[in-house]
């Protein structure tokens, strides 16, 4: 640039004169001494990949190539004799003008913003502001780079989502061996079956597993062995004939059948009860399902993912569940390691959800305070990731601060009892038992989120209170009007 | 031209050119004639493009002249059946009383 003659400078002075725009469209300004002939600057200008302005020292526009026009929607003709700022229309001309902070020993000036662009789309972009001096060192304008930075912004997403595999969230070994194997597991199409603790993503692997195939636009259909009778289950996945029993008043396709060229996802299968195993297993050999009361088959090209939280071996050898289903099943088998074993990932776990409920639940991403982390680095959590996102998710809920202290963790955790492995191996149902004891701490259930827990309080603060909302709104804490607006919420009447 | 109530973002008195980033708008209430209209400054405590549209509807503002506007402020504004005419550089007043201001002019 040093040898550009510009016809647009006083040398002698070191003063920048804009041409008239109409001159300054009819003579485009050359650069000369650069070879044989002058070179078109506009043209030079319009060869580079990101968006290049000249400004003069009133901070007005003299000349800007092609791509900036592209990014911000404006034609050469209309940015004549305006400043920058009513065309970059950018944050960082608004709030902190690098060109205002150039002076004469000043270098190069780097910042990241935003910008509006004519179609009304907001654009981050980085600029780089540089002073253009004369051949006498004095400042006679400003050359500014913009650049695009919306695809650097969505790959920056992405790097800090390193440690995650869809929804999956976690770093350990044990983690990154499972992410190691989803893809490959998606490409072929035998069974998996998925075991682990309850809580510990066996729903969330299978539909990833899913999402990872060439099953993806086929339908995921999943269906819980354990949360309906025998009858009706039997009619939910393999479909019923009208008249089959009472009440089957139409043709009723089963899940299996709806999953035809895609994932049928049984969670629970260790509590299918025996008759339908033999009829899983049927299917899982021909490919063929028969509808209740139809001597007419369908065939279905079905991937099946199972997952139960119980030991299948050892309900095989109790003979409550069928060896051969098992062995079926079992084609590739994914284990989930409780979250007490992923070493690092309940500080990272912790972390994703702050950031994610605070963010849902529309408040300031809340910190930890020391001992309130050494509580939860040290908690078992037999109920794994679960009871983590809910533990998380009650204390953002009863936190008024910006720190989570140990006094807004749930009570059971300040006085965790024994943690038995064998228990959470063996995964049994535990009964309910009230949710505030009669300190008036409340108690979170590993498996409840904060509205059934809300709910509940609810519930029990009225019951002990005869109905009284004046006497359970007092006993909550909650104005009356907070009251009736939850139990609005949660439909209590 | 009937009594209208129009708002304008300002910057150093120019139409500021960014909505969401205006600290000051100016809002005018006249019947046609820019000789008799009634202009009052208002400063905002900060700059919020929610908080201008909130301002906007509890003014009862009918046109909304400004520059660079996000589409999810222009969309709302529309559909709540305000004019926006956007993307405006230099003095627009005048022009909008001529009943000769459209979006993207500039002036």
Known sequence: MKKAKSANTDENSGAFRRPPSDQSLAIPPHIHNLFDIPVDFCELLDQIAMGVVVLNLERKIVVMNQTLKALTGFSQKEFCGFTCTHILRSNICIQDCPVLRIDEKSGPKCIEGNLINTERQLIPIRITTAPLRNINHQIIGFLETIEDIRLLRELDETASHAYKFSKIVGRSPQMQKIFQSIPSLAQSDSSVLITGETGTGKDMVAETIHQASNRAKGPFAKINCGALPDTLLESELFGHQKGAFTGAVENKPGRIQLANNGTLYLTEIGDLPLPLQVKLLTFLDDKEVFPLGSIKGFSADVRIIAATHRNLEQMVRSGRFRKDLLFRLNVIRLHLPPLRERHGDVQLLLDHFLNTLSAQLGKKTLTLSPKALKILLTYKYPGNVRELKNIVEYAINICSDQQIRSKHLPSYLLNPEPFDMSEAAQQTNVPQAPLSDETGFIRVEPDRNWSDTEKRMIMEALIRAGGRKNKAAASLGWARSTLWRKMNQYGIR | ?107
């Open chain 2, 1 to 107: 031209m009937a009594s209208k109530k129009i708002l304008i973002p300002l910057h150093e008195n120019d139409v500021a050119p960014r909505f969401d980033l205006a600290t000051e708008v100016l809002i005018v209430a006249g019947n046609g004639k820019i000789g008799s209209a009634e202009k009052r400054m208002v400063v905002l405590p900060r700059a919020s493009a929610d908080q201008l549209c909130h301002l906007i509807i509890t003014e009862n503002i009918q046109t909304v002249i400004c520059s660079g506007i996000e589409d999810d402020y222009y969309q709302y504004l529309t559909w709540k059946r305000i004019e926006v005419i956007d993307s405006v550089v230099g003095s627009a007043l005048k022009r909008y009383f001529e009943g000769k201001l459209k979006p993207g002019d500039i002036l």
